[in-house]
């Protein structure tokens, strides 16, 4: 959680709702057009069928179930176990008299502002559906909750509290699914091994230290060439591809948000020559950090 809390940070996550509405009759949620990078859709309250391509079987979900789609897959919510004729109406909320059954939803999406590369959003699958749990056991359930009251409540300064809980909503979802599953290879099964999590706790504390795949395999309390293929097994990466990725990334931060210069951050991040630097960080972004440093600067 160490990591997670320090890749969030860095990745700089923002969140926001974009609906909340209730729906009856024949209706379908397709934001495909929107073009969000992480979409998610809170049921809050009814039922409602998840339909997505090359898939036989829809999926039911009910009051309190999160969908999150991190990269946004395409995908339709309907009330309709078959999948919605081309004439139903789309997105186009409809409240009940009483008389027939609504379905609430809250749907939102979720932004990095440092985007190019989160192995968070990389290691996780296309659709992630977290159902609804005993809100006493669960601190998911109580955020959904919270949400859902606020949505229904209407008050003053409802949207930003939404939005604030969008976030927190977000990084409990990840939480729950890196202690639900078992996951075999990628970034949450390096963070779930206790050895490779040691060294990468290691490597986020201090990323601007001159690491190299002897100290992070000390870190881990394994031989060189044990932990450098442990790694890259997990990871499908080595372990220096992950390190200099992820001191690039560090660099667009503190180029967007700091004043220090070109060569301060290439020294920061452990490169004796800012030449040197630049080629690296080209060659991660396709963009050079001076083109990183203006445009950050015009917004």
Not at 248 to 274: F, G, H
Request: hydrophobic content about 40%; proline content about 5%; aromatic content about 10%.
């Amino acid at each position: 959680m160490d990591i997670l809390d320090e890749v969030l940070k860095t990745l700089r996550l923002n969140a926001n709702v974009f609906l909340h509405a209730e729906f009856c009759e024949n209706w379908v949620v397709n934001i495909e057009a929107l073009n969000y990078k992480v979409c998610f859709h809170v049921i809050a309250r009814g039922d409602c069928w998840l339909h997505v391509p090359d898939s036989a079987e829809p999926r039911a979900l009910h009051a309190g179930d999160l969908l999150i789609c991190p990269r946004n897959s395409r995908h339709l919510i309907t009330n309709s176990q078959k999948h919605p004729a081309d004439d139903v109406p789309r997105n186009t909320p409809k409240t009940s008299d009483g008389s027939t059954p609504s379905t609430s939803l809250i749907c939102g999406y979720c932004e990095f502002l440092q985007y190019y590369w989160n192995p968070i959003l990389e290691a996780l699958p296309e659709y992630m559906v977290i159902p609804n749990v005993d809100s006493s056991r669960s601190r998911l359930a109580s955020i959904i909750d919270l949400m859902t009251i606020e949505t229904e409540a209407g008050d003053v300064g409802s949207d930003a509290v939404i939005d604030r809980l969008s976030d927190i909503l977000f990084i409990e979802a990840i939480r729950t699914y890196i202690h639900s599953h078992e996951d075999n290879r990628g970034y949450i099964a390096a963070l779930k091994e206790p050895r490779l999590s040691k060294a990468l706790i290691s490597f986020h504390k201090r990323p601007t230290q001159n690491w190299t795949v002897q100290s992070l395999s000390e870190a881990a309390g394994m031989s060189r060439s044990g932990f450098a293929e442990l790694f890259k097994n997990i990871v499908s990466m080595s372990p220096m591809e992950y390190v200099t990725g992820w001191r690039m990334q560090y660099a667009y931060d503190l180029l967007t948000s700091s004043t220090k210069s070109v060569i301060q951050i290439a020294e920061e991040c452990s490169y004796q020559s800012e030449a040197a630097f630049r080629k690296v960080f080209k060659r991660q972004f396709d963009i050079g950090p001076g083109a990183v440093r203006r445009e950050a600067r015009s917004h």
